[in-house]
């Protein structure tokens, strides 16, 4: 017989949390650092070269002890052990999750099915870093004898999200005498941006899907095909050599005509979101190379080892995960703001979108019923400073709690006059002025007048972890997403939900099938949804075939 289940609610610790959270909800940071001195230097965790400031949080030493006997009570440790020993813990798929298989070292062993997929996994880290060095020697030659100097990628969703991230992240170790672009979206727009200024004879084409059934991926590899068919003279033979394949499904990438010779495979145990350091990671270490992509598979590494075997008081993914449940569940915060003060971070906000609230957007539980707390909160941001000139006014002064994620980094990459002590200057001060504020009496005594001081004050105690680390190096973004991951892995395990499947993904592919032969038939078709679906499908038809 299995074990009842305990609800979370009903859990001791959780419990504890809610009576505790009503003293909490009354604290300032302001006096939790007035009355202990060295908060600062204390509320701290290191760990593989990054440091994580938690200070300038709503919590104290009781907090993090109700918030780690938590995780321990949900049996946070056996779920990190079942997802590092392969058990199938996506289990509305049926499915292993292993992403932390990708960067295993060469000799460890992690048995799927009987069968140990590490060898695997490094005899497709091989063949693409044999087709990297071909590509970037100038070996291997497109359909006219000229080299390639052009790399699109075309996928979507994980398959496009991770890659564009990663090679905004790390351009500046990217190979500057070749062109990366990127297309995703269905509106063709996105295509004719991406090709206009390409020619075909030096282009190469990545077609990343894992089924490669997806409507939008399928159609921009389509269109290429016939861009480049078009370009070069129509000889299909030119496929060959300007296109490659990331995929599971080697059978659909043959008919659409790419030589499986040229398929980099992954597997199902890896889920889209969690694929950047697989084969779907190919136009990245076509523009960093094979080295820089395994020093960043080697930064993943060291995360994975941190959150396996660290203590849960240290342990930098458990630490961010369970303030991020203490405000999300007990505050009610809505939303977690992520500030890279790196532009080269710039579209990481949007890579933890993905990941963030595609795997933890859930409502029911592993068993299949409706929660009775909040899953994952709204992830967004932008870099800094730039957000500081926009959005930043709500975060200081709003009415809502947003807590913050500052990213900073010592050095700068390329180092321009004084703009990196500026750009640290900056979020050094605005963590410091969203924990601390500013109170009517400080705004009062710079001579401003009372009628303004309303207006001017800052209340402060808006809570904020800071991340810092060297510089951004490939390792260190391994580390930075592995964090993430990680984070996500242990706060669906404390809400007890399947952070592996997509569900609502799924539906999205389903319902524009539906729709699309009532927009391309030629002949009047009867229109069987709601009024106002039928009323828009009706309108669009009138002008396109006026
Ligand atoms: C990721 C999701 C989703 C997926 C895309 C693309 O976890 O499942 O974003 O990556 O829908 O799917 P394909 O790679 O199969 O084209």
Same mark, same amino acid.
């Given at each position: 017989?299995?074990?009842?289940?305990?609800?979370?609610?009903?859990?001791?610790?959780?419990?504890?949390?809610?009576?505790?959270?009503?003293?909490?909800?009354?604290?300032?940071?302001?006096?939790?650092?007035?009355?202990?001195?060295?908060?600062?230097?204390?509320?701290?965790?290191?760990?593989?070269?990054?440091?994580?400031?938690?200070?300038?949080?709503?919590?104290?030493?009781?907090?993090?002890?109700?918030?780690?006997?938590?995780?321990?009570?949900?049996?946070?440790?056996?779920?990190?052990?079942?997802?590092?020993? /392969?058990?199938?813990?996506?289990?509305?798929?049926?499915?292993?999750?292993?992403?932390?298989? @990708?960067?295993?070292?060469?000799?460890?062993?992690?048995?799927?099915?009987?069968?140990?997929?590490?060898?695997?996994?490094?005899?497709?880290?091989?063949?693409?870093?044999?087709?990297?060095?071909?590509?970037?020697?100038?070996?291997?030659?497109?359909?006219?004898?000229?080299?390639?100097?052009?790399?699109?990628?075309?996928?979507?969703?994980?398959?496009?999200?991770?890659?564009?991230?990663?090679?905004?992240?790390?351009?500046?170790?990217?190979?500057?005498?070749?062109?990366?672009?990127?297309?995703?979206?269905?509106?063709?727009?996105?295509?004719?941006?991406?090709?206009?200024?390409?020619?075909?004879?030096?282009?190469?084409?990545?077609?990343?899907?894992?089924?490669?059934?997806?409507?939008?991926?399928?159609?921009?590899?389509?269109?290429?095909?016939?861009?480049?068919?078009?370009?070069?003279?129509?000889?299909?033979?030119?496929?060959?050599?300007?296109?490659?394949?990331?995929?599971?499904?080697?059978?659909?990438?043959?008919?659409?005509?790419?030589?499986?010779?040229?398929?980099?495979?992954?597997?199902?145990?890896?889920?889209?979101?969690?694929?950047?350091?697989?084969?779907?990671?190919?136009?990245?270490?076509?523009?960093?190379?094979?080295?820089?992509?395994?020093?960043?598979?080697?930064?993943?590494?060291?995360?994975?080892?941190?959150?396996?075997?660290?203590?849960?008081?240290?342990?930098?993914?458990?630490?961010?995960?369970?303030?991020?449940?203490?405000?999300?569940?007990?505050?009610?915060?809505?939303?977690?703001?992520?500030?890279?003060?790196?532009?080269? @971070?710039?579209?990481?906000?949007?890579?933890?979108?993905?990941?963030?609230?595609?795997?933890?957007?859930?409502?029911?539980?592993?068993?299949?019923?409706?929660?009775?707390?909040?899953?994952?909160?709204?992830?967004?941001?932008?870099?800094?400073?730039?957000?500081?000139?926009?959005?930043?006014?709500?975060?200081?002064?709003?009415?809502?709690?947003?807590?913050?994620?500052?990213?900073?980094?010592?050095?700068?990459?390329?180092?321009?006059?004084?703009?990196?002590?500026?750009?640290?200057?900056?979020?050094?001060?605005?963590?410091?002025? @969203?924990?601390?504020?500013?109170?009517?009496?400080?705004?009062?005594?710079?001579?401003?007048?009372?009628?303004?001081?309303?207006?001017?004050?800052?209340? /402060?105690?808006?809570?904020?972890?800071?991340?810092?680390?060297?510089?951004?190096?490939?390792?260190?973004?391994?580390?930075?997403?592995?964090?993430?991951?990680?984070?996500?892995?242990?706060?669906?395990?404390?809400?007890?939900?399947?952070?592996?499947?997509?569900?609502?993904?799924?539906?999205?592919?389903?319902?524009?099938?539906?729709?699309?032969?009532?927009?391309?038939?030629?002949?009047?078709?009867?229109?069987?949804?709601?009024?106002?679906?039928?009323?828009?499908?009706?309108?669009?038809?009138?002008?396109?075939?006026?």
């Amino acid at each position: 017989m299995s074990e009842p289940i305990t609800l979370l609610t009903q859990r001791k610790a959780w419990k504890a949390l809610a009576a505790h959270y009503q003293t909490a909800r009354t604290w300032h940071l302001r006096e939790l650092f007035g009355t202990d001195p060295k908060r600062g230097e204390r509320l701290t965790a290191e760990a593989a070269g990054l440091f994580l400031d938690y200070s300038k949080n709503r919590v104290t030493d009781e907090t993090l002890k109700l918030l780690v006997e938590l995780a321990a009570e949900c049996g946070l440790r056996e779920r990190i052990d079942a997802m590092f020993r /392969g058990d199938k813990i996506n289990i509305t798929e049926n499915r292993a999750v292993l992403h932390v298989a @990708l960067r295993a070292p060469k000799d460890a062993s992690i048995v799927v099915d009987g069968k140990n997929v590490v060898p695997e996994v490094h005899a497709v880290l091989n063949k693409m870093a044999d087709f990297c060095n071909r590509v970037r020697s100038g070996g291997w030659k497109g359909y006219t004898g000229k080299r390639i100097r052009n790399v699109v990628n075309i996928g979507i969703g994980g398959s496009d999200l991770g890659p564009v991230m990663a090679y905004e992240a790390l351009k500046h170790y990217s190979e500057r005498a070749m062109t990366f672009r990127f297309v995703s979206n269905v509106d063709g727009i996105d295509f004719v941006e991406a090709t206009r200024d390409l020619s075909p004879a030096e282009t190469l084409f990545i077609v990343s899907s894992k089924t490669f059934t997806t409507l939008e991926t399928m159609t921009n590899a389509q269109s290429a095909r016939n861009w480049l068919l078009r370009g070069l003279g129509g000889d299909k033979s030119t496929v060959a050599k300007h296109f490659v394949a990331v995929s599971t499904n080697a059978q659909k990438v043959s008919e659409f005509g790419i030589d499986p010779a040229n398929m980099f495979g992954f597997w199902d145990w890896v889920g889209g979101r969690y694929s950047m350091d697989s084969a779907i990671g190919l136009s990245t270490m076509l523009a960093i190379g094979p080295d820089n992509f395994r020093a960043m598979l080697d930064g993943f590494r060291q995360m994975d080892e941190h959150f396996r075997s660290t203590p849960f008081e240290r342990n930098l993914p458990v630490l961010m995960a369970l303030l991020g449940i203490w405000y999300n569940d007990f505050f009610g915060a809505q939303t977690v703001a992520v500030l890279p003060y790196e532009q080269y @971070l710039k579209r990481f906000p949007a890579y933890l979108q993905q990941l963030t609230m595609e795997s933890n957007g859930k409502h029911v539980t592993l068993e299949g019923t409706p929660v009775d707390y909040d899953t994952s909160a709204v992830y967004w941001g932008e870099p800094g400073t730039n957000g500081q000139h926009s959005f930043y006014q709500l975060i200081h002064q709003g009415t809502r709690l947003i807590p913050c994620d500052f990213i900073a980094f010592d050095q700068a990459l390329t180092p321009l006059g004084r703009h990196h002590d500026l750009l640290l200057a900056n979020v050094f001060a605005q963590s410091e002025a @969203l924990a601390f504020g500013m109170t009517a009496e400080q705004v009062k005594a710079e001579g401003v007048p009372d009628w303004l001081v309303p207006h001017r004050v800052f209340e /402060g105690n808006r809570p904020s972890n800071t991340i810092l680390a060297e510089r951004l190096t490939p390792d260190v973004l391994g580390k930075l997403v592995a964090l993430y991951e990680h984070i996500i892995f242990t706060q669906g395990a404390i809400w007890n939900i399947d952070s592996f499947d997509q569900w609502g993904v799924q539906l999205g592919k389903v319902l524009a099938q539906r729709i699309v032969p009532e927009l391309e038939s030629k002949t009047a078709v009867e229109l069987k949804h709601d009024s106002s679906t039928n009323n828009l499908i009706r309108r669009y038809l009138k002008m396109k075939r006026a």
